[in-house]
Nanobody
Framework: QVQLVESGGGLVQAGGSLRLSCVVSGSIFSINAMGWYRQAPGKQRELVAGITKGGSANYADSVKGRFTISRDNAKNTVYLQMNSLKPEDTAVYYC????????WGQGTQVTVSS
């Protein structure tokens, strides 16, 4: 079992920044990759960014150049630094881990006002 606790969401004006954090606990040895999905109202959940155990990162085209994913293995934490936020980034952001199984956090709301 893996547990994920997210923090860092909130309300920000367009052009602003937020940093999301996700602390992972439990069977962390089984984790191969971690990252973030998001789901906006009326839309499907989409991958925002992911990072492998080796540190390779991938991003959705819509966030490339604005968002940066990183991980601190000593703290079992994955971060998502979000800069130049746009109203279309408004969504619930979910942390995930992928290994033998996939686990999800509870989600954190990000709202970007125009």
């Amino acid at each position: 079992q893996v547990q994920l606790v997210e923090s860092g969401g909130g309300l920000v004006q367009a052009g602003g920044s937020l940093r999301l954090s996700c602390v992972v606990s439990g069977s962390i040895f089984s984790i191969n990759a971690m990252g973030w999905y998001r789901q906006a109202p009326g839309k499907q959940r989409e991958l925002v960014a992911g990072i492998t155990k080796g540190g390779s990162a991938n991003y959705a085209d819509s966030v490339k150049g604005r968002f940066t994913i990183s991980r601190d293995n000593a703290k079992n934490t994955v971060y998502l630094q979000m800069n130049s936020l746009k109203p279309e980034d408004t969504a619930v952001y979910y942390c995930y881990t992928r290994g033998m199984s996939m686990y999800w956090g509870q989600g954190t709301q990000v709202t970007v006002s125009s």
